[in-house]
């Protein structure tokens, strides 16, 4: 029996040139002592593409009558040329519900290294009695986190598919190692449009019970079908205080491209402990180019109200594309005497830079509260070359 030969004289460099009349189905056929240990030892001029050319009558049930010494992450270290495809060619009676049965020891981190070839497109082909209800079964260890190494082969609009059962309440119990920055580098084909469709139970208030790994990059990036007027049906619980405390990689870059069905009236019903300090700390790709695209509903007079921590030092950054044409349509409750209160790290020198569409007229208008001491107060750099450039209407 092949089990009882010496490692160092059984090499399996021998199968090789052997006529597959020795078929490898007399692995399964031996005692569990010679295991399978011995591949990962062995050269790799042995390679699994035999595998692939074996009749299905060796089907991989195997892998899970024997025991886990032979841990998979043998296959990791084989050369490329045994293709998984030979997954999706096997009879469906080596069901996934292995992977369950298996001690974590085979992290699926082989998959990330494998190429493409075996794609899991195989998961499409499955009955969907191997229900992701799966996930739920294993223990935490088999971090989802690669799916965000895989390429974007094996799409997720698998998810979409499935039946409901797997409902993702699963996310809420599952340990925060499986950190949705997946989600993002996934193409948009698994539109979120899957979360508008399930029932409120999995309430977004699921958001502010993750760790902040779970950064609404995701967002941004997404196609519009999965409008966030979702947000605004949703109950205040999901408060937006969770904004605040993310990590400043979701940059709002998202609201400017959303479709203005999520008007940001939310944001003024919403209470002040979200504070628009977030803005302030942004990235500039948030371009508050938005703001002059949204109705009027949602009145700058939130500003006057929020802290002075959102320092209009933001505006002096933005790129031009915010024109402060805005501050003229604007009803006069937001008083620019907000700007005299302001540390003087917003300099006006912004002004000079803007495009004289927004012409300082606005500013006989106002009342006097917001002096122009504060001119005599800013660096020169705001030279008053721009009041000669200006129309005379602001005399």
Known sequence: ????????????????????????????????????????????SWQLSLLAELELSWQLSLLAELELSWQLSLLAELELSWQLSLLAELELSWQLSLLAELELSWQLSLLAELELSLQLSLLDELELSCQLSLLAELELSWQLSLLAELELSWQLSLLAELELSWQLSLLAELEL??????????????????????????????????????????????????QLSLLAELELSWQ?????????????????????????????????????????????????????????????????????SWQLSLLAELELSWQLSLLAELELSWQLSLLAELELSWQLSLLAELELSWQLSLLAELELSWQLSLLAELELSWRFSILAELELSWC
């Open 177 to 226: 190692s499986w950190q949705l920055s997946l989600l993002a580098e996934l193409e948009l084909s698994w539109q979120l449009s899957l979360l508008a469709e399930l029932e409120l139970s999995w309430q977004l208030s699921l958001l502010a019970e993750l760790e902040l790994s779970w950064q609404l990059s995701l967002l941004a990036e997404l196609e519009l079908s999965w």
């Open 240 to 308: 937006l205080s969770l904004l605040a405390e993310l990590e400043l990689s979701w940059q709002l870059s998202l609201l400017a491209e959303l479709e203005l069905s999520w008007q940001l009236s939310l944001l003024a019903e919403l209470e002040l402990s979200w504070q628009l300090s977030l803005l302030a700390e942004l990235e500039l790709s948030w371009q508050l180019s938005l703001l002059a695209e949204l109705e009027l509903s949602w009145q700058l007079s939130l500003l006057a109200e929020l802290e002075l």
């Open 1 to 44: 029996m092949l089990s009882e030969l010496e490692l160092s004289c059984l090499q399996l460099s021998l199968l090789d040139e052997l006529e597959l009349s020795c078929q490898l189905s007399l692995l399964a056929e031996l005692e569990l002592s010679w295991q399978l240990s011995l591949l990962a030892e062995l050269e790799l």
